[in-house]
């Protein structure tokens, strides 16, 4: 049968629309088997992953662990806030060291792009990429594809706008590819100074008027302002962002069609989404946490299927 | 490749009325009892079960349900392609209940080694019997045997047993294939 043209998952750049739907396939049969009363099959039994996470994670983390746990994989945690990586450790050697205690897998969360690229090449074991810096996050922009699917029958044709701070958005990234590749057509709105300069190279439009992305769009993904990763003002306000760009009731109420309502979570309620849009029927933003499990237990299924 | 006949239609027609029959003096009304096709094969040898009790021996309320033992395998990572899920589909409590599992081949018994296991995910049946039509003996792997069993056969190990069905295949019959 089909198999993953890859042996890591880094990035949605580097897979292929055929790997995207043998994943798909895949994480339904998973999607069953979480619903079962008893939700673990033993398929990855002779498994061991390592959880490495370099910068900080709720979600992420544990939908990871639970995917690994449903496949009865043994799982080891490991975060560098109580870590020898303090003590000056490199990456490789950090990883070396963990890989030498037989680890066939390691899930890598990042603050600097290209840090899974960079292990793949250095060291023997699959990677999967849980998010490095502003570059990736090839899980989420899947569980985010498999969602609109999963609501609206297919991908291919929809029209999906990302809506935010595209500019320190990993997720943001990793969804342009994955939705391109499956043939849906793709806007980005938030204000001029959050978006990339040359993000029309990866054929997606420019909209900075939100009621006109609305207007067009099918599925509306909604980002987070990241803070965090801003060391210059990139707005007046809070205040004025959620004017500009927050979508509410009144706004969704106004438009000629119900659009489906996505977040990658972690949600600023009342800044980039007011809390009735996000507990409205309208959004689907619980199912892509549940999903989520599901397209992981599929991601690492094929990709441990290939460690010899 | 020579292929020969094990058994045509009207002898594949003879042994599934057996089977039916066999079934009913165990189970009776079917009351408690569920019956469970293993995916990919024995679906098709378990929807014909269910539509001769209902159709020929005037039974109702079948249950019937498809299992998938894809994620239960032990051969993960020992074969050499990814193996590829199909559908499982059981839509009611296997709690309790007296399950058949059917499949059309018995051949080294770590299906339906895998089968047991992966149907307790459902509950805890009351008691689980096995029934194939195809029973290759001197083959078995594991100290599994079929309660009832169409045919045996004494095919060799690079010898293949495959059954056809009208529905997909365009003909009920069993060949043995030397490859």
């Known amino acids: 049968m089909a198999e993953l043209s890859v042996n890591h998952l880094l990035g949605i750049k580097y897979i292929t629309a055929a790997d995207i739907d043998l994943i798909f396939k895949t994480a339904d049969h998973f999607k069953e088997v979480i619903n079962r009363p008893i939700k673990k099959v033993p398929s990855l039994r002779d498994i061991t992953i390592a959880n490495l996470f370099f910068e900080n994670s709720t979600r992420t983390k544990l939908s990871f662990e639970l995917a690994e746990k449903r496949l009865s994989a043994d799982v080891i945690n490991f975060s560098a806030a109580a870590s020898s990586v303090k003590k000056g450790e490199t990456l490789i050697d950090t990883v070396n060291n963990i890989l030498s205690m037989k680890v066939d897998m390691v899930v890598m969360r990042h603050p600097n792009p290209g840090a899974g690229v960079f292990l793949s090449k250095h060291i023997k074991a699959s990677i999967v990429n849980a998010g490095d810096g502003a570059h990736e996050h090839p899980t989420q922009a899947l569980l985010d594809s498999y969602s609109i699917r999963e609501r609206l029958g297919e991908v291919a044709g929809k029209n999906v706008v990302i809506v935010g701070d595209i500019l320190h958005s990993r997720v943001a990234l990793s969804n342009i590819y994955a939705l391109k590749l499956q043939g849906a057509n793709v806007k980005v709105c938030g204000p001029k100074t959050l978006i990339p300069k040359y993000i029309e190279s990866l054929g997606v439009e420019v909209e900075l008027d939100l009621r006109k992305a609305l207007e067009w769009c099918d599925v509306a993904n909604m980002l987070?302002?990241?803070?965090?990763?801003?060391?210059?003002?990139?707005?007046?306000?809070?205040?004025?962002?959620?004017?500009?760009?927050?979508?509410?009731?009144?706004?969704?109420?106004?438009?000629?069609?119900?659009?489906?309502?996505?977040?990658?979570?972690?949600?600023?309620?009342?800044?980039?989404?007011?809390?009735?849009?996000?507990?409205?029927?309208?959004?689907?933003?619980?199912?892509?946490?549940?999903?989520?499990?599901?397209?992981?237990?599929?991601?690492?299924?094929?990709?441990?299927?290939?460690?010899? | 490749m020579s292929q020969k006949v094990l058994l045509n239609a009207t002898e594949v027609n003879i042994t599934l009325n057996r089977l039916v029959c066999q079934l009913i003096e165990n189970h009776d009304t079917f009351e408690d009892t569920v019956l469970i096709g293993i995916q990919p094969r024995g679906i098709y040898l378990a929807d014909r079960i269910k539509k001769m009790l209902i159709e020929d021996y005037g039974l109702e309320n079948i249950k019937l349900g498809y299992l998938d033992i894809t994620f239960y395998r032990d051969d993960f990572r020992r074969s050499e392609k990814t193996l590829e899920a199909n559908k499982t589909k059981i839509d009611f409590v296997v709690e309790d209940k007296k399950v058949v599992f059917i499949d059309d081949v018995l051949y080294t018994g770590r299906s339906i080694n895998a089968a047991l296991t992966a149907v307790q995910s459902f509950g805890r049946p009351q008691e689980v019997e096995l029934l194939c039509l195809i029973d290759r003996r001197f083959s078995r792997h594991l100290p599994i045997q079929p309660d009832y069993r169409g045919r045996q056969v004494d095919a060799i190990n690079n010898e293949k047993v495959k059954v056809s069905w009208v529905e997909n295949e365009g003909e009920d019959s069993v060949y043995v294939i030397n490859s």
């Open chain 1, 224 to 308: 987070r302002v990241q803070n965090e990763r801003m060391d210059i003002s990139y707005f007046p306000s809070t205040r004025e962002y959620t004017q500009q760009y927050g979508v509410n009731k009144e706004i969704l109420e106004s438009l000629d069609k119900e659009i489906v309502i996505m977040h990658p979570g972690p949600i600023n309620r009342g800044v980039e989404i007011t809390s009735d849009v996000a507990d409205s029927g309208q959004a689907i933003i619980l199912d892509q946490v549940q999903n989520g499990v599901a397209v992981r237990m599929a991601v690492i299924y094929l990709l441990a299927s290939k460690i010899q």
